[in-house]
């Protein structure tokens, strides 16, 4: 298993931005789409492309093309959703799947509500999206759920990961890469990543 926290200085930038309370909902969503793009962009890096001929102005050439059908992204409803339009940019034909998860505030632990993804969702490269890795226990039950259904290959993008989250999910699932656009201290008393930038879910959809 691989943890890749993007450190280019356009991420940083972004994040620190995101962090803010100062920042307001429009800003904060534009924000979490343009940095879950360079995240995907990053994760798709060892990407293998098929080659074509393709004609130019000029002539003929091979032309490197993804095979964009192969890959599959399902967000973690609901904050997931906010990164969902920044990941499609990059590869548009891609599918999408949807898992709804929400924690339970005195456990902790992730509760499962629904669950919708491409049938032949075994065959295809998953890229499980949710802004925060913070226990770890949403993205394991996510990445259960895709393995039971016989998925191979499993990627993990976020916004904020916490080395406890982090560390949960080496363990019980070290075949899965890590993308993330910074690691963080630790988390709270109340699972929350310090220093954060608060409930993604509610500040994406502006409910606080």
Do not use: W
Not at 43 to 61: H, N, Q, S, Y
Not at 64 to 72: H, P, S, V
Not at 132 to 141: E, H, R
């Amino acid at each position: 298993m691989s943890v890749v926290e993007v450190n280019h200085p356009l991420v940083q930038h972004k994040i620190s931005i995101l962090r803010s309370i100062e920042t307001g909902t429009k800003v904060f969503r534009e924000l979490a789409e343009e940095i879950a793009m360079l995240l995907c962009y990053e994760a798709l890096r060892d990407a293998k492309l098929d080659e074509r001929e393709i004609e130019t102005p000029m002539g003929k050439t091979q032309g490197n093309f993804l095979d964009e059908d192969k890959y599959t992204f399902v967000p973690i409803l609901r904050a997931g959703l906010g990164m969902s339009n920044g990941i499609t940019k990059v590869v548009p034909n891609a599918k999408i799947g949807v898992i709804g998860l929400y924690r339970n505030e005195e456990t902790l632990e992730p509760v499962r509500y629904y669950y919708k993804v491409p049938k032949d969702i075994k065959d295809r490269e998953v890229i499980l999206v949710d802004p925060m890795l913070a226990t770890g226990g949403s993205a394991c039950d996510a990445i259960k759920m895709m393995k039971e259904d016989g998925v191979k290959k499993i990627k993990f993008l976020c916004l904020i990961a916490a080395p406890e989250g982090i560390e949960r999910l080496q363990k019980e699932y070290p075949d899965v890469d890590i993308y993330c656009g910074h690691i963080d201290d630790h988390l709270n008393e109340i699972g929350y990543i310090v220093p954060g930038l608060g409930d993604a879910g509610d500040r994406i959809f502006g409910i606080k």
